[in-house]
């Protein structure tokens, strides 16, 4: 029999997956993951992830009507079944790349996206903001949550829950698979393996419940009385359910891979009119045997995996380090793997913290541990220290307490886009007192730069990209291979009619577009490895500027934000200095960011800006 659905190109919105017959579901689903396995390893993006919520997702658009119900993905990189759904399959030619889907739901690419997510644990708070407004307003439409167990390690969903009101037409779909992107760690993930272990004592429950009320007469006082006394032993013998305990009706667990189960769970949920729980469990990879085997290494698949990079350096080191200082330790949120630190949690278990996604709280653990005397370093991206920013001043700098912030991921995340941006970090952490800025150049100097961060008193932050080492950067400033000597690197400045200042990734452009500037004009070049303190940093540069012709323009080159940026603030010290001598200098910033958007100018054009400009 030919299956009665349409192919996966072909679907327009939510209604054709509607009105698939039942007994196509099945094959239907199957589709969706042959689909999502060749596109994903085509183009790079989460795959585990969305395999593992396939069914899940089928049957939240048969039961629910977006974007008349508004549907929340916790993090969002689960969402390519859903955008999928709604009618965006074409754009996954071209999955998180221009002229493509993006990786995450976005409210600029679809009306089906009504929230834009990207950070884990912050899904219950907007659609609790969504399910009150429509409570105010009269509206009778749904909103549903669907909340990895992941996110429930971080603050953000438990102070969500207590601010939730039970008589809401919200549903919050928690999405069990035991993952974040590493391995759930704590006690909350203990929790709900004990919940999982007891779907046997439920389906007895629902069976009885079932059988009573059939009874003539009798069915359904005798259900009530054995409902009384099952509470009661349960009470006894049971651990209690967290979300009953709370007040919420509470449906699960389900088997969150039958369709049919989830589906006609999903629509006794709505039909309670009020807020739900419905605990799915779901295995992250579903049918894809090398993802199921191993949802860590199949999360994200890269389309051009790097062998060796920045992180994978810092672990290695950290590893070497702890050999000699027993001080060391290292904390991570929810990502052991992603910042190179797998290694060092086998050999050092117990100087190693996973405190699962949970920013705020591993910056004061780590602060903690320092005012104890430890040495700890904290590795985490870019994009996700934001959540601790307040720690960060609060609990760490204020008191210069000796934190090591590890920053991993720093710079533009091009696949996945906005919400993974790195440009921030270097702005915020500018402005807070104590705290000192490195960004290594190579491997050779991050190796350099953590031998001497043992050795620091107060907060430090090294950051880098989520990349190789560039080896034209190393021939150019590190010639002779001696990196002991890092902070700010010069090259051609001596004669230079123009001069470009860089620091991290984007010193690899300044390199080119110097090359280019070389065959009209002599350009030096002057590599920044040690950003803040900015005073020190500007007399250096300064220094290395006496070489330059006189007046010889200064263009930086930064990727990060213009506003509060390492360009600004360095501009800013080296005007104060020479203000003092009675002198300025000419000083200029281009290629900054000004928004979320990746800038597109090439070297060629940069060059050519800077000679018009000259």
């Known amino acids: ?149 992941g996110a429930f390690t971080g603050g953000m969903i438990h102070e969500a829950i207590n601010n939730c009101r039970k008589d809401l037409r919200l549903v919050i779909v928690l999405n069990d698979n035991d993952m974040s992107i590493s391995r759930n760690i704590g006690l909350l993930p203990r929790y709900f393996a004990r919940i999982r272990v007891s779907r046997k004592y439920n389906g007895t429950k629902r069976k009885t419940k079932a059988i009573l009320s059939k009874l003539p007469l009798l069915g359904r006082p005798l259900a009530a009385l054995f409902a009384g006394i099952k509470n009661l032993i349960k009470r006894r013998v049971y651990v209690h359910n967290y979300f009953e305990e709370l007040g919420f009706t509470y449906l699960g667990p389900v088997d969150g891979h039958d369709e049919a189960q989830v589906e006609k769970c999903l629509r006794e949920a709505r039909a309670r009119k009020n807020t739900v729980i419905l605990h799915c469990i779901t295995k992250k990879g579903k049918g894809y045997a090398p993802a199921e085997e191993n949802p860590v290494a199949f999360h994200g698949v890269s389309d051009k995996p790097a062998s060796h990079s920045f992180h994978s ?84 700098a204020l008191q210069g307490l000796p934190v090591r912030f590890l920053i991993d991921r720093a710079g533009f995340a091009k696949a996945d886009g906005p919400t993974h941006h790195g440009i921030f970090d270097v702005a915020f952490l500018s402005h807070v007192p104590h705290i000192k800025l490195w960004e290594p150049s190579c491997y050779g100097v991050l190796r350099e730069m953590l031998a001497a961060s043992l050795r620091e008193a107060s907060p430090l932050a090294i950051r880098y990209p989520n990349a190789a080492e560039d080896e034209e950067i190393v021939r150019a400033f590190y010639p002779e291979g001696d990196f002991s000597r890092f902070g700010v690197r010069s090259l051609d400045t001596e004669g230079a009619a123009v001069v470009l200042i860089s620091y991290g990734r984007e010193a690899s452009l300044a390199l080119r577009v110097k090359r280019r500037l070389d065959e009209k004009i002599p350009c030096g070049m002057l590599l920044l490895e040690c950003l803040k303190p900015y005073d020190r940093t500007a007399e250096a540069v300064l220094a290395a500027l006496q070489g330059a012709k006189d007046g010889a323009p200064v263009y930086f080159l930064e990727e990060g934000i213009r506003e509060g940026g390492a360009a600004m603030l360095l501009g800013d010290a080296m005007r104060r200095i020479k203000g003092k001598e009675g002198e300025s200098h000419p000083y200029e910033i281009i290629a900054p960011s000004d928004s979320f958007q990746v800038p597109s100018t090439s070297s060629r054009e940069l060059a050519e800006e800077i000679y018009r400009r000259l």
Do not use: W
């Open 1 to 149: 029999m030919e299956a009665s659905y349409k192919k996966i190109e072909e679907i327009e919105s939510p209604r054709d997956v509607k009105d698939i017959p039942q007994r196509d579901i099945p094959a239907f689903c199957e589709s969706l993951r042959g689909f999502l396995v060749e596109k994903t390893l085509q183009n790079g993006g989460h795959l585990a992830s969305n395999l593992g919520v396939v069914e899940l997702t089928v049957a939240l658009h048969r039961v629910f009507s977006t974007p008349e119900d508004t549907l929340i993905f916790d993090v969002g990189h689960q969402s390519y079944v859903h955008k999928i759904l709604t009618g965006r399959a074409k754009g996954f030619d071209r999955l998180r790349r221009e002229g493509g889907v993006s990786g995450f739901p976005s409210r600029s690419e679809s009306v089906h996206d009504a929230f834009g997510t990207g950070h884990s644990s912050t899904s219950l708070s907007a659609a609790l903001g969504f399910a009150e407004a429509k409570r105010e307003q009269g509206d009778e439409s749904y909103t549903v949550a669907v909340v990895g167990d």
């Open 313 to 396: 350096v810092a672990g290695e080191t950290l590893l070497s380090l702890a050999e000699k200082d027993e001080a060391l330790c290292a904390v991570t949120a929810a990502m052991e793997e992603g910042t190179g630190l797998a290694e060092f949690a086998v050999r050092y278990p117990h100087r190693f913290y996973d405190v699962g996604i949970a920013e705020e709280h591993a910056v004061t653990f780590s602060a903690g541990l320092a005012a104890a005397g430890k040495k700890p370093y904290f590795a985490v991206y870019s994009t996700f220290l934001q959540r601790a920013y307040d720690n960060v001043l609060h609990d760490v």
